[in-house]
């Protein structure tokens, strides 16, 4: 019993991630940013035989940064998914996506009228998707 709560727990957590990509990128980019141009008010220079070396230093935080990690990492997944999507033989899948997560202007019953699909093939391009990213991630749904 425990095993299908811990699932279910990570199916809604990517069904999150999903609503708030375009957030997620938004905050990376500004991680990213943070780093590169502000270095975060820490002291990003590394010293060698006493002199400064902050290009590397910021090197070395925006690869060793574990928010930024896995920030990253959930964002890849889900480009990853959409990537999939887009190369698929069926385009109501990706559209489906778009519609769900990121217009987040239709009820599931205009989704399935926009698209013309049953309510069973709804959940299932939806959890195909979800499971790309899980497979992604190493997540159990």
Known sequence: MKRKTI???????LESELYFYRDT???LELMELDIVELGSGVDTTIKTAGIG???EAK????????ELIEVRRRADAIEYMLEVLKNCEEPAKLKLIEMKYFERKYTDVGILESLNISKKTYYR?????????????????
Not at 7 to 13: A, D, K
């Open 7 to 13: 699932e279910h727990q990570n199916y809604r957590l």
């Open 25 to 27: 990128k938004r905050e």
């Open 53 to 55: 070396r902050p290009t």
């Open 59 to 66: 090197a070395i935080r925006l690869l060793s940064s574990k």
């Open 125 to 141: 391009w939806k959890r195909e998707a979800i499971l790309l990213v899980a497979n992604k991630l190493g997540f159990k749904v």
